[in-house]
């Protein structure tokens, strides 16, 4: 019988046992104020994580590392600092350190420090374009040190045969080595957040002037 032309067979992820592999987990944040009807897919959404991290972790082993976004401590001071940010992939990284992960900061606080900082100055609205042009340089200089940084650290880490959680934003541009199999875990609730998200904005842009709430300053 001939082969099916244009039909291309994924290899099982039980193939990818040797090897470094990162479980990469987009990073939802809450924000001051979610509506309930966002806090319930919010939720949902971090409860599948789990879920499909347990099923890579039966198939591959268990993670050894746990890695997250803007968090520059490892341990405990690293999980005093998820608490109070509020998000609910502090769940992911308990779980995991449970197993035996090991939960390891690979941000280093001055970099993303100065980020921040320069991100805060653009979003003051500055009236100079020549203010608004050296800020702007000085912010992408302190993103390629911090993205550079993320890759060197997150490749000491991570040991031949190993695998990471690594819980950060989409859309980054950290550059990860080639010899990393990434397996990106997209539960059905990410969907849902980026079609609600859609349709608030939306709805944003239709609300007439005189009903909209006030600007707010953001950080």
């Not at 520059?72 to 992911?92: D, T, Y």
């Not at 990284?93 to 970099?111: L, P, S, W, Y």
């Not at 957040?193 to 609300?207: C, F, G, P, V």
């Amino acid at each position: 019988m001939p082969e099916e032309l244009g039909k291309i067979e994924k290899p099982p992820v039980e193939g990818f046992k040797k090897g470094r592999k990162l479980f990469f987990v987009p990073l939802i944040l809450p924000g001051q104020e979610m509506p309930p009807e966002f806090k319930v897919i919010y939720n949902r959404y971090w409860d599948q994580v789990d879920a499909q991290i347990n099923s890579l972790e039966a198939k591959l082993g268990p993670a050894k590392h746990v890695f997250h976004e803007l968090v520059p401590e490892s341990g405990e001071e690293g999980l005093k600092a998820l608490e109070e940010m509020k998000v609910n992939s502090l769940l992911i990284v308990k779980n995991r350190i449970e197993k035996g992960a090991a939960f390891e900061a690979i941000e280093d606080k001055e970099v993303l420090s100065e980020l921040m900082d320069w991100s805060r100055c653009l979003s003051l609205g500055l009236q100079s374009q020549k203010v608004f042009s050296q800020i702007y340089k000085f912010y992408n200089e302190a993103l390629k040190t911090r993205d550079e940084g993320l890759s060197k650290k997150f490749n000491e880490l991570l040991k031949e045969d190993e695998s990471a959680v690594l819980i950060m934003v989409e859309g980054h541009h950290v550059q990860f080595p080639d010899d990393v199999s990434t397996f990106y875990v997209a539960p059905p609730a990410l969907d849902e957040i980026k079609r609600w998200m859609r349709d608030y904005q939306a709805k944003q842009k239709e609300t007439p002037p005189e009903q909209s709430e006030p600007d707010t300053q953001t950080t």
